[in-house]
DNA sequence: GGTTGGCACTCGACTCTACCGAGTGCTTGC
DNA sequence: GCAAGCACTCGGTAGAGTCGAGTGCCAACC
């Protein structure tokens, strides 16, 4: 724990470094509102700073820069939760009035709409579906030995997976089929898709191998992630070679939907270069919140930017979008 | 068009020129395979070249770099339509034969192979909702006033629509819902998608609303875009807003849905700088390739890079992609 | 004793200069 | 018509000098 005095030091160096992105020197420091001695003084206060791990001198003679621990205290301690300004909360109120239609396209929109809150890149994770409420279930025939399931669930996503049919008797008849999609749609409609799993074998034996398939499919069609703004990272770092790691990083939507599922899971609302755990976002900070649904969280709104970021932007940013998120998927 | 020997230099000045981004000298030019006169002329030819808008010069006293006319030439008259390397090719096989499942997780897969056979960006879109054959088809409601209409389509793609009903009487009956299924699957199962716009009304009002509700739906769900590699755009132009303004690009599905459509309704395989008809992407370079399923054009595969990529293999690996991928769409 | 003003020192950023070399255009000779 | 030679251009680099923001430390002060 810092004294009054360390904190607002910590906190003028990180805020004006936040916006400037240069090092903070401590005359920068002395002048800065909330404290109120000499820049000597503010030096003296900064060697400590620096000794604890909370700021690091990119060389001698220049400012200070925060470190992740300075961040990360600052987030903890000094940031305080702001809200948006008027203009943007007005807008994401706008936007949320507005949208409609389908439910990915909503999601990709949304992750826009934050990208464009905070100036950087945005991901969503969509909800899961196991915990949906199915609504209609239907197998359908592609080929002799493929079919396509396909489950519409009450909030307006689909499930789909596709069911191969492996083993000596790989072939299934039209008849097998429906009777296969009478058989789901019997357990099925009404409850929870993640019940796909344990749905009862019927008695006929090659509608059984159907069902069995089906089943195994579940948890298949894994979360969907929605990325927006990725033309903001371009701009965050200075070298090209941080640029290619981030963006690459963002293709790989499993990587990134673990990432937000472990960082959530550790109980974090942000995580700091390192706390990521990936070493390609070393420079980058998450800002994350989840959305619930019905008082339950079903996934989670993100933000991910240099660590320099402005976190009490990000943070309203992202806490007001996961809010209205929440509300409108409730309400569909 | 240009005499052999300016022809020779010209291929020489862009070869060299996508090999290093440096401009090219008439040193370079002379000693290169093909040209066999001195620098002497070759500066004179250049002079000529850059005169006739093939060639231009950064400054006075620098190398001289392919103007868009430039690498126009080239690819129309210069560039050899070489191959695949061996191991890129078998890659290529490798890739086809061990993809399976879903067709959006594929056709991601693709783009990202194509990035990485090419180096640059990779968009492909997918085969049109519209003439594939309606395997089967579901009308499910979701709200009072809204419903999902799912089709599911013969190659394994989903076609999935809002349908809202507005008007004075909005509600419908789960009867009403069930009787307007049955009626599209008596008049689109079998038939192509895009018959369902011309669906006939059935004979009872409430029912007629819905099915005109979903008829008008038709299209609605456009070309889908499946884009890999963006982090290679970051390596390949030096200025940030560059790099930037692509990414913003092809963040935009639609307009990049519509450009591939343009280029190709234009009868263009490469499509440089101006020609791409975005300001945007004025230093980019788009080559692209259909590809066709039973005989027909269904969709696009394309390589999008600087106006300095290289393009006999960008033509290469577009080519083999987008035929494999066609043959692969054949036989599922 | 904590705080502050003062001071010497450091070191990156910027400027200026000179210089190098790749490249050009032109002229002349073959 | 081609090539060799030559004067010229001009960006890039290297080195010297300067500037200034910033530091650490010390002595004085309240």
Do not use: W
């Amino acid at each position: 724990m810092l004294d009054d005095r360390k904190a607002s030091i910590l906190r003028a160096v990180v805020e004006e470094y936040i916006h400037t992105a240069q090092p903070v020197g401590s005359g920068h420091v002395a002048s800065a509102p909330g404290v109120e001695v000499s820049s000597a003084t503010v030096r003296n206060e900064m060697a400590t700073l620096e000794h604890d791990g909370y700021l690091a001198q990119p060389h001698t003679s220049a400012g200070r820069i925060p470190t992740e621990a300075g961040y990360r205290y600052y987030v903890d301690h000094l940031a305080g939760r702001g809200s948006l300004d008027r203009a943007s909360a007005q807008h994401v109120r706008a936007f949320f009035d507005r949208t409609h239609g389908a439910l990915e396209q909503m999601l990709v929109d949304t992750s826009r709409l934050l990208a464009g809150l905070t100036g950087t890149a945005a991901v969503i994770t969509g909800p899961p579906q196991e915990i949906a409420v199915v609504r209609s279930v239907q197998l359908v025939g592609i080929t002799a030995r493929a079919a396509l399931l396909v489950v519409v669930l009450s909030n307006g996503a689909i499930h789909k997976a596709t069911v191969e049919l492996v083993g000596e008797h790989p072939e299934a008849t039209d008849e097998d089929l429906t009777a296969a999609t009478a058989h789901l749609r019997r357990h099925l409609e009404g409850r929870r898709l993640d019940s796909l799993a344990s749905v009862p074998a019927p008695a006929d034996a090659a509608v059984a191998r159907l069902v069995a398939a089906a089943a195994r499919t579940a948890g298949a069609d894994g979360d969907h992630l929605y990325v927006g703004g990725t033309d903001r990272v371009a701009g965050a770092f200075d070298a090209v070679e941080t640029v290619r790691e981030v963006l690459g990083v963002l293709e790989q939507q499993l990587v990134v939907v673990s990432l937000l599922r472990d960082v959530l899971d550790r109980g974090l609302q942000v995580a700091i270069g390192s706390e990521t755990g990936l070493e390609n976002l070393a420079e980058c900070a998450l800002v994350l919140s989840p959305y619930e649904v019905e008082g339950e969280p079903v996934g989670t709104v993100a933000v991910l930017g240099p660590t320099r970021m402005d976190y009490v932007q990000a943070l309203a940013a992202v806490a007001v979008v996961s809010n209205r998120l929440g509300r409108r998927l409730s309400e569909g």
